[in-house]
């Protein structure tokens, strides 16, 4: 991809948490991907790994105790990681980034029902009033109408996330940033929803989307990032990761194994504490390919995998593909 024209450019992205103590936790390290109009980019990977925390990071979201380093340039002259909170509150969020939350109550307003909050942010993002401005907006998400003048804690989980995606998608915002906007549907809304927001994308607008469910990804996604222990350790286009040749990390494998649909074979073991990460490959321990090089040497990410054995593909192809983005 040509960084020039991509709509969100991350480079060397790492997150620290400074605890008491004095001990840091590397939530998130050297990330580095790119997105670009039309184009939706899923970051996946088992809960813990980091993926909420970068989404919190570009949307200038963190705690107090967070340090970050690297660039995370939006539309070629913001870069979120630097900008202040004026500019992110002002300009950026649901103006040039549209949020889809991970926890969509904490998201909406207790004390409103969801036709005011769909009201005022028609109203303020693009002009629109009028009950048939609200229920389009409600539609595009398949939030149902009758439903409207209900407040958040009156809603389901998967009704609240709903309502949050349709406030969301509202402004058609250059960047989507969705963080697990399936949570609490069924696979019927599950596909519904994530049809939405490849309309979206497909109108050439870019999405990144943040989810442990591997089937929405596969349904929605152009390429797969896979993040592991706060690390980004493989980018794919999605057809051969899903399909052939597949996965080349042996995590990602192992993500794709453990589907019902795949041979339902768990990883073992447990990630290990970000606060505490291996000298080597984080995967190492769980890893069946794993050697003494694995144990000793922390493999570097080339722009498409980061690991010492890769399973498939062409390291030269992916290495010269990181070279020309």
Known sequence: MN?????????????????????????????????????CLALVGESGCG???????????????????????????????TAGERTLARTVRGRRIGLVPQ???????????????????????TGARGPAAVREAAARASFPA??????????????????????????????????E?????????VER???ELRRHTDEGRALLIITHDLAAAERIADRVAVMYAGRIVEIADAGSFFGAPGPRHPYAKGLLDALPERDFAPIQGMPPELGSLPEGCAFAARCARADARCTAERPAFDGGLA???GLTGSPQSLTKAAADA
């Open 51 to 81: 993926k909420s925390v970068l989404a919190s990071a570009l949307l200038g979201l963190l705690p107090a105790n967070a340090q970050t380093t690297g660039s995370a340039v939006l539309g070629g002259d913001v870069d979120l990681l």
């Open 181 to 189: 906007p399936t949570t609490g549907l069924d696979r019927d809304l």
């Open 3 to 39: 960084r020039a024209h991509a709509v969100l450019d991350v480079q060397d992205l790492s997150v620290r948490f400074r605890m008491r103590g004095g001990r840091d936790i590397a939530a998130v390290t050297d990330a580095r991907f790119s997105v670009a109009p039309g184009e």
């Open 103 to 125: 926890s969509p109550a904490a998201h909406l307003t207790p004390v409103r029902t969801v036709r005011a909050q769909l009201e005022e942010t028609l109203r303020e993002l």
């Open 193 to 195: 929803t994530v049809d």
């Open 146 to 179: 009758d439903h409207l003048d209900r407040y958040p804690h009156e809603l389901s989980g998967g009704l609240a996330q709903r309502a949050a995606t349709a406030l969301a998608l509202i402004g058609d915002a250059p960047l989507l940033l969705a963080d």
């Open 307 to 309: 690991c010492h054995h």
